[in-house]
């Protein structure tokens, strides 16, 4: 069976940082991509924030683009985003999603979400 925690989430004002990290665990065999998702107050859907894929290669939403930092430890089965100059419109619930191979077969997993915050 596969986790993903995430951590790091809280109340911070504009302007400040925060850094997420979303560890997996379990039986795995190998990590694919690994994205950050976000789902705003009153809004259905999630929106993917960032990805990195497991050579490295990123991608992030333009709101976020020169703000947000998305990197891994491959090591460690762990990603984070670094989030520099929040702003009130980056609060949600962010969410760690990744593509996981086990037991020979590649499934996507979600992690439970943490709250992030962005008020004076």
């Known amino acids: 069976q596969v986790q993903l925690v995430e951590s790091g989430g809280g109340l911070v004002q504009p302007g400040r940082s925060l850094t997420l990290s979303c560890a997996a665990s379990?039986?795995?065999?190998?990590?694919?991509?690994m994205r950050w998702y976000r789902q705003a107050p009153g809004r259905g859907e999630r929106e993917l924030v960032a990805?990195?894929?497991?050579?490295?290669?990123?991608d992030y939403l333009d709101f976020v683009k020169g703000r947000f930092t998305i990197s891994r430890d491959n090591a460690k089965n762990t990603v984070y985003l670094q989030m520099n100059s929040l702003k009130p419109e980056d609060t949600a619930v962010y969410y760690c999603?990744?593509?996981?191979?086990?037991?020979?077969?590649?499934?996507?997993?979600w992690g439970q979400g943490t709250q992030v915050t962005v008020s004076s």
């Open positions: 999603n990744a593509d996981i191979l086990v037991a020979g077969r590649m499934s996507n997993y």
């Open positions: 379990g039986s795995i065999f190998s990590i694919n991509a």
């Open positions: 990805a990195i894929s497991r050579g490295g290669s990123t």
